[in-house]
């Protein structure tokens, strides 16, 4: 896939630069969500506070056409149409620079466009934090490179339990056992679960798992948001 550059500039009715602002990182802040988005940069004309310009990097053309179709309409983008006096957008074509990497090509640090681990490679945080006894945790997104997806591996010693819950504000989760029985707690419940069970978790909902006679071994997918998790120290206790 080609990478699509984009730069915008917004003239807002005087006086209201602030609102435009607004609008759009409002705008960036969804964007968070969407991999076909991997830059959205809102900045203001130091000499023209009413002129904010935009810079955009898109992952292809497919993706910035979905976007795009997606907002077609929106209150959102009345509501920016209201404030501008003069817009204008610049298509560019990528070719190349610091902190880009070109389609199926190694970035500049080196990052392949795939990257196969074995995850019980992956270092044991569990053992590394004082938690071996209750068995093992590895977190393999910087073993694969991942920059937006979390990876980890977690297997539970026959009944035990995680030594503490935890929640997101933002990433949602799915969990998918791959061998034993145990249990999870999900916020008041408490549910059964066995081999390619796969739990869908909401961000703001405290879990934490605990392994049944045969122990419990599952990974967790999610993505990856700097800063996001909070851990909740002996949270579930009978």
């Known amino acids: 896939m080609k990478q699509v ?43 023209a506070p009413d002129t904010i310009w935009v810079t955009e990097l898109w992952r292809s053309q497919a993706d ?9 309409g929106s209150p959102a983008v009345a509501a920016v149409k209201e404030l501008v006096e003069r817009w204008e957008m610049v298509e560019l074509e ?7 990497a070109g389609a199926g090509q190694p970035a500049a640090n080196g990052a392949q466009p795939y990257t196969i681990q074995t995850l019980t490679d992956t270092e044991d945080s569990a053992a590394k934090f004082g938690f071996g006894e ?53 916020d008041d419940e408490i549910e059964e679960i066995g081999p390619l069970d796969a739990i869908r978790i ?10 049944g006679p045969e122990g419990l071994e599952l990974v967790v997918f999610g993505p990856r948001y700097h800063g996001d998790g909070e851990v909740l120290q002996a949270w579930w206790t009978d």
């Not at 005087?14 to 969407?34: N, Y």
């Not at 910035?64 to 077609?72: E, N, P």
């Not at 990528?94 to 880009?100: A, E, H, N, P």
């Open 64 to 72: 910035l056409d979905a976007s795009v179709q997606k907002l077609a």
């Open 94 to 100: 990528l070719l190349g620079g610091k902190g880009v």
């Open 202 to 211: 909401a961000p703001a909902v405290v879990r934490a798992f605990e392994a």
């Open 5 to 47: 550059a984009r730069y915008g500039t917004s003239v807002a009715h005087p006086g209201r630069g602030d609102e435009l602002a607004q609008h759009l990182l409002a705008a960036a802040a969804e964007l968070e969500s969407d991999p076909g988005c991997e830059l959205y940069l809102v900045n203001r004309q130091r000499d």
């Open 134 to 186: 209750l068995g093992e945790a590895r977190f393999a997104t910087e073993d694969l490179a991942a920059e937006q997806t979390g990876v980890s591996h977690h297997h539970l010693r026959p009944g035990k339990r995680q030594a503490f819950g935890h929640r997101h504000e933002r990433a949602e989760e799915v969990c998918l056992v791959l061998s034993g029985t145990g249990r999870v707690k999900l």
